[in-house]
């Protein structure tokens, strides 16, 4: 089945009483209801879903000096996909971050919604990875912020 995972921040300062009053309750340039969306598909043909509400997240990497990093992460949502290959998936979203889900079944597979609080900033390091900037390992946040930087200036 196919298994797609839509994320959106949400602007704590989107007014559906404006948007009621002046534009049929749509968002306006100036009102808009999410800061980003994020959308992508997991890879590969999923045979088993499965949403683990206390989960922690291993954090796995290479330091650009090619020494392995590897990092738990408590208090984690993880989305678990298991692939018809055996392989299993995890997407992680830091629990205190998320103001809701939702999962809908169609005939085409799962689509699957998370909304992300505003409040506190999100690191998304990768697709499908997305930790509280609090819980992020602190040696890693600097890595990230480079790996952003280059990818604005191309």
């Known amino acids: 089945m196919k298994v797609t995972v839509n994320v959106k921040l949400i602007n704590s300062k989107f007014n559906q009483a404006y948007a009621d009053k002046e534009n049929e309750g749509l968002e306006t340039e100036d009102n808009y209801r999410y800061l980003w969306e994020d959308e992508f598909e997991v890879s ?9 509400n206390q989960g922690a997240y291993v954090l796995k990497g290479v330091y650009p000096n090619g020494k392995s990093f590897s990092f738990e992460i408590e208090n984690i949502m993880l989305v678990e996909c298991t ?6 998936t995890q997407l992680p979203f830091s629990k205190k971050a998320i103001s809701k889900t939702e999962k809908k ?5 799962i689509i699957f919604n998370v909304y992300l609080k505003s409040a506190n900033p999100v690191i ?10 609090e819980d992020f390992p602190e ?8 790996q952003d930087d280059d990818e604005q200036e191309e």
């Open 139 to 146: 040696e890693l946040i600097a890595l990230v912020k480079e």
């Open 83 to 88: 692939l018809s290959n055996g392989q299993i």
């Open 124 to 133: 998304n390091p990768m697709t499908g990875v997305y930790i509280l900037k």
């Open 105 to 109: 079944e169609t005939p085409q597979g």
């Open 44 to 52: 590969g043909d999923v045979t088993h879903f499965k949403v683990n």
